[in-house]
Protein backbone atom coordinates (compact mmCIF):
# COMPACT_ATOMS: atom_id res chain seq x y z
CA UNK A 1 0.00 0.00 0.00
CA UNK A 2 3.06 2.39 0.59
CA UNK A 3 4.50 1.99 -2.99
CA UNK A 4 1.25 3.55 -5.02
CA UNK A 5 4.13 6.27 -6.44
CA UNK A 6 6.72 3.77 -7.90
CA UNK A 7 3.86 1.27 -9.05
CA UNK A 8 2.24 4.51 -10.78
CA UNK A 9 5.88 5.29 -11.89
CA UNK A 10 6.37 2.09 -13.33
CA UNK A 11 3.08 1.72 -15.33
CA UNK A 12 3.74 4.75 -16.74
CA UNK A 13 7.63 3.94 -17.68
CA UNK A 14 5.87 0.52 -19.12
CA UNK A 15 3.28 2.57 -21.39
CA UNK A 16 6.08 4.95 -23.06
CA UNK A 17 8.85 2.01 -23.26
CA UNK A 18 7.61 -1.82 -23.68
CA UNK A 19 11.74 -2.47 -23.00
CA UNK A 20 11.14 -1.20 -19.62
CA UNK A 21 10.19 -4.49 -17.46
CA UNK A 22 8.88 -3.33 -13.59
CA UNK A 23 9.69 -5.71 -11.08
CA UNK A 24 9.12 -5.63 -7.08
CA UNK A 25 12.34 -4.89 -6.45
CA UNK A 26 12.40 -1.70 -8.78
CA UNK A 27 9.20 -0.89 -6.84
CA UNK A 28 11.08 -0.87 -3.45
CA UNK A 29 14.16 1.32 -5.12
CA UNK A 30 11.87 3.66 -6.29
CA UNK A 31 10.61 3.71 -3.18
CA UNK A 32 13.54 4.22 -1.15
CA UNK A 33 14.90 7.09 -3.89
CA UNK A 34 11.38 9.03 -3.84
CA UNK A 35 10.24 8.71 -0.18
CA UNK A 36 9.28 11.24 1.82
CA UNK A 37 10.53 9.31 5.03
CA UNK A 38 7.67 10.71 7.32
CA UNK A 39 3.55 11.11 6.62
CA UNK A 40 1.23 11.44 9.16
CA UNK A 41 1.47 7.64 10.20
CA UNK A 42 3.14 4.37 9.10
CA UNK A 43 6.04 4.59 6.10
CA UNK A 44 6.53 7.61 4.33
CA UNK A 45 4.69 8.38 0.34
CA UNK A 46 6.75 9.50 -2.45
CA UNK A 47 7.36 13.41 -3.25
CA UNK A 48 6.48 14.40 -6.88
CA UNK A 49 10.28 15.62 -7.17
CA UNK A 50 11.50 12.21 -5.74
CA UNK A 51 9.64 10.15 -8.39
CA UNK A 52 10.53 12.81 -11.41
CA UNK A 53 13.96 12.10 -10.27
CA UNK A 54 13.69 8.17 -10.42
CA UNK A 55 12.25 8.24 -13.48
CA UNK A 56 15.28 10.74 -14.84
CA UNK A 57 17.83 7.75 -13.68
CA UNK A 58 16.39 4.97 -15.24
CA UNK A 59 16.44 7.32 -18.55
CA UNK A 60 13.19 9.10 -18.84
CA UNK A 61 11.93 12.22 -19.37
CA UNK A 62 9.78 14.07 -16.49
CA UNK A 63 8.51 17.42 -15.28
CA UNK A 64 6.99 17.88 -12.01
CA UNK A 65 3.13 20.18 -11.50
CA UNK A 66 3.39 21.18 -7.58
CA UNK A 67 0.53 23.39 -6.52
CA UNK A 68 2.70 24.75 -3.65
CA UNK A 69 6.64 26.10 -2.99
CA UNK A 70 6.68 24.63 0.74
CA UNK A 71 7.29 21.26 1.84
CA UNK A 72 4.73 18.61 0.84
CA UNK A 73 2.65 16.92 3.48
CA UNK A 74 3.62 18.57 6.48
CA UNK A 75 0.55 19.36 7.70
CA UNK A 76 -0.32 16.51 8.40
CA UNK A 77 3.06 15.61 11.00
CA UNK A 78 2.27 16.90 14.39
CA UNK A 79 6.18 15.57 15.56
CA UNK A 80 8.27 19.02 15.09
CA UNK A 81 11.46 16.41 14.22
CA UNK A 82 9.30 14.56 11.80
CA UNK A 83 8.59 18.19 9.78
CA UNK A 84 12.37 18.54 10.13
CA UNK A 85 13.06 15.84 8.15
CA UNK A 86 10.33 16.39 5.98
CA UNK A 87 11.80 19.69 4.93
CA UNK A 88 15.18 18.58 4.79
CA UNK A 89 13.83 15.61 2.08
CA UNK A 90 11.80 18.17 0.71
CA UNK A 91 14.89 20.87 0.27
CA UNK A 92 17.21 18.08 -1.01
CA UNK A 93 14.91 17.02 -3.61
CA UNK A 94 14.77 20.69 -4.92
CA UNK A 95 18.51 20.57 -5.42
CA UNK A 96 18.76 17.36 -7.19
CA UNK A 97 16.07 18.59 -9.84
CA UNK A 98 17.43 22.02 -10.36
CA UNK A 99 21.28 19.75 -10.80
CA UNK A 100 19.56 17.80 -13.27
CA UNK A 101 17.65 20.13 -15.22
CA UNK A 102 14.29 18.83 -14.53
CA UNK A 103 11.18 21.03 -15.18
CA UNK A 104 9.24 22.22 -12.05
CA UNK A 105 5.50 24.11 -13.04
CA UNK A 106 4.23 25.93 -9.52
CA UNK A 107 0.40 25.99 -9.79
CA UNK A 108 -2.89 24.09 -10.09
CA UNK A 109 -3.18 21.34 -12.47
CA UNK A 110 -6.27 21.39 -14.72
CA UNK A 111 -7.83 18.44 -17.20
CA UNK A 112 -6.74 20.55 -19.90
CA UNK A 113 -3.08 20.08 -18.42
CA UNK A 114 -3.61 16.40 -18.13
CA UNK A 115 -5.16 15.67 -21.58
CA UNK A 116 -2.48 17.79 -23.42
CA UNK A 117 0.27 15.80 -21.76
CA UNK A 118 -1.51 12.73 -22.88
CA UNK A 119 -1.98 14.16 -26.36
CA UNK A 120 1.84 14.60 -26.47
CA UNK A 121 2.87 11.24 -25.55
CA UNK A 122 3.21 11.68 -21.94
CA UNK A 123 1.78 9.45 -19.37
CA UNK A 124 0.82 11.94 -16.44
CA UNK A 125 1.11 9.94 -12.67
CA UNK A 126 -1.27 11.93 -10.09
CA UNK A 127 -1.21 12.10 -6.67
CA UNK A 128 -5.08 12.66 -5.49
CA UNK A 129 -6.94 12.07 -2.27
CA UNK A 130 -9.01 8.50 -2.50
CA UNK A 131 -11.90 10.03 -0.67
CA UNK A 132 -14.61 9.89 -3.36
CA UNK A 133 -12.93 6.32 -4.05
CA UNK A 134 -12.86 4.85 -0.92
CA UNK A 135 -13.70 7.35 1.84
CA UNK A 136 -10.62 7.57 3.44
CA UNK A 137 -8.55 11.17 2.99
CA UNK A 138 -5.12 9.46 2.26
CA UNK A 139 -3.13 10.70 -0.99
CA UNK A 140 -2.61 8.21 -3.19
CA UNK A 141 -1.07 7.95 -6.66
CA UNK A 142 -2.23 6.62 -9.77
CA UNK A 143 -1.45 6.87 -13.53
CA UNK A 144 -3.29 8.57 -16.01
CA UNK A 145 -4.12 5.92 -19.03
CA UNK A 146 -6.47 8.15 -21.08
CA UNK A 147 -9.79 10.50 -21.62
CA UNK A 148 -13.13 10.69 -23.75
CA UNK A 149 -15.46 13.19 -23.61
CA UNK A 150 -17.11 12.16 -20.63
CA UNK A 151 -14.29 10.87 -18.36
CA UNK A 152 -10.14 10.61 -17.45
CA UNK A 153 -9.13 7.08 -16.98
CA UNK A 154 -6.50 6.20 -14.49
CA UNK A 155 -4.71 2.91 -13.06
CA UNK A 156 -5.20 2.58 -9.90
CA UNK A 157 -2.03 0.31 -8.53
CA UNK A 158 -3.63 -0.64 -5.31
CA UNK A 159 -7.14 -1.43 -6.15
CA UNK A 160 -7.75 -3.97 -3.42
CA UNK A 161 -9.98 -1.30 -1.47
CA UNK A 162 -12.73 -0.57 -4.57
CA UNK A 163 -12.18 -3.87 -6.33
CA UNK A 164 -12.63 -7.57 -6.93
CA UNK A 165 -9.50 -8.39 -8.75
CA UNK A 166 -6.41 -6.34 -10.04
CA UNK A 167 -8.08 -5.61 -13.14
CA UNK A 168 -10.77 -3.59 -11.85
CA UNK A 169 -8.51 -1.04 -11.36
CA UNK A 170 -7.55 -0.59 -15.01
CA UNK A 171 -9.33 2.41 -16.59
CA UNK A 172 -11.35 3.52 -13.41
CA UNK A 173 -13.16 6.66 -14.86
CA UNK A 174 -13.51 9.47 -13.50
CA UNK A 175 -15.72 11.99 -13.83
CA UNK A 176 -14.74 14.85 -15.40
Avoid at 45 to 72: K, S, V, Y
Avoid at 100 to 112: C, E, F, K, R
Wanted: charge should be negative; glycine fraction near 10%; aromatic fraction near 8%.
Amino acid sequence: AFTCGPAALMMAMRAISTDYTPSLHEELQIWREATTIFMTSGHGGCHPLGLALAARQRGFRAETWINQHQPLFVDGVRDANKKRVIGMVHEDYLQQTKKQGLGIHYGDVSQGTLIQALDNGAIPIVLISTWRLDGKKAPHWVTVSGYDSECLYVHDPDPEEISQTPLDGQYLPIAR
